[in-house]
């Protein structure tokens, strides 16, 4: 079992920057895949980047949406995943999801990820 828990959420103006938090606790993070996922109201839950494992070095994966913008990144001496963004726009407003997988292998479909934290909010007024 891997329990998830988000931070960093917050009301920031357009153009501005968060981090979010992801701390995990449980067994083996280090060998799961790690994803950040939205969810905005009336909407569906959206993929928004991806971080894999494997003995090789880590690969990350993004959404067109947050290219360039955001940043994923694992720290697995803290059981913590990062997303750094920036150049935030009203449009990313929404709950993000920190998500973990069984294996290393990175995935952007939501269905494939078996723990899931509450959730964050992030609010960008314009």
């Known amino acids: 079992q891997v329990q998830l828990v988000e931070s960093g959420g917050g009301l920031v103006q357009a153009g501005g920057s968060l981090r979010l938090s992801c701390a995990a606790s449980?067994?083996?993070?280090?060998?799961?895949?790690l994803g950040w996922f939205r969810q905005a109201p009336g909407k569906e839950r959206e993929f928004v980047a991806a971080?894999?494992?494997?003995?090789?070095?880590?690969?990350?994966y993004y959404a067109d949406s947050v290219e360039g913008r955001f940043t994923i990144s694992r720290d697995n001496a803290k059981n913590t995943v990062y997303l750094q963004m920036n150049s935030l726009k009203p449009e990313d407003t929404a709950v993000y999801l920190c998500?973990?997988?069984?294996?290393?292998?990175?995935?952007?479909?939501?269905?494939?990820?078996?723990?899931w934290g509450q959730g964050t909010q992030v609010t960008v007024s314009s």
């Open positions: 998500a973990a997988k069984s294996t290393g292998l990175a995935a952007t479909q939501d269905m494939l990820y078996a723990y």
């Open positions: 449980g067994r083996n993070f280090n060998s799961k895949a």
């Open positions: 971080i894999n494992w494997s003995w090789t070095g880590t690969s990350t």
